[in-house]
C-alpha cells in the first residue's frame, strides 16, 4: 500500500510518501510545495499549491492519503487562510479517486512518537527511526511523513479489527 501524508499550510505544505508492506515500512519520497507568489493573491498561491500537490500525486500515485487537521489559533483570519490551503489538500487526493484519513496534530504525535504534546525534533527524530536513511526536505516533510505513518498504522488496525470482527461472526 503507498500512502501520501499532507501537512497543510499555505505557504509551505509538506508531502510525504510511503510504502507499507506488512509490518514493513519504507520511505519513498518527500517534500514541499512552496506557494509561488508569496506576495499575491489568496486565489493565484491556492492554484499553485493545487498544481504542484496534482503534480506529486501524478507521480508518485498512492493508494490513499491522510491529511494533518487544522488546529485553531488566536489569528482568526490566518486560521481561516490555512483552513483553505487544507481544502487543497483534501481536494487533490479526492481529484484522484483517493479516500483520505484526518488526523489531529496530537493523535499523530502520539502515533509516531508515543506522547501526543511532543516537540517537532521528537516527531522528526521518531520519523528518522521508522525510516531508516530518509533525507528529509524540511519540517513540513518530516511532518507529513509522520501522518502518513499514522495513517499507515490506523489502516492496518482497522484491517485487523474487520479480519477479527469476520471471524467471530463466522
Excluded at 484526518?102 to 516537540?119: D, I, L, M, S
Excluded at 513540513?140 to 492496518?156: K, N, P, S, T, Y
Excluded at 484491517?159 to 461472526?169: E, F, M
Amino acid at each position: 500500500m503507498r500512502v501520501l501524508g499532507i501537512d497543510p499550510g499555505l505557504r509551505n505544505l509538506g508531502w510525504g510518501v510511503i510504502d507499507v508492506m506488512g509490518a514493513r515500512i519504507t520511505h519513498v519520497a518527500n517534500g514541499i510545495c512552496h506557494s509561488e507568489g508569496g506576495d499575491g493573491t489568496l486565489a493565484e498561491r491556492l492554484r499553485s499549491l493545487h498544481a504542484q500537490l496534482t503534480e506529486v500525486l501524478r507521480i508518485w500515485q498512492p493508494e490513499t492519503a491522510a491529511v494533518e487537521h487544522t488546529f485553531v489559533n488566536k489569528d482568526a483570519v490566518a486560521t481561516l487562510k490555512l483552513g483553505q490551503a487544507r481544502g487543497i489538500a483534501l481536494l487533490v487526493p479526492a481529484q484522484f479517486g483517493l479516500e483520505v484519513g484526518e488526523y489531529a496534530p496530537n493523535a499523530v504525535k502520539k502515533c509516531v512518537v508515543g506522547v501526543g504534546h511532543a516537540a517537532k525534533q521528537q516527531v522528526d527524530h521518531m520519523v528518522r527511526l521508522h525510516l531508516p536513511g530518509v533525507v528529509i526536505k524540511g519540517a513540513d516533510a518530516a511532518d507529513a511523513l509522520a501522518i502518513a505513518i499514522c495513517h499507515a498504522h490506523h489502516v492496518q488496525s482497522s484491517g485487523r479489527l474487520q479480519a477479527a470482527v469476520k471471524r467471530a461472526a463466522g
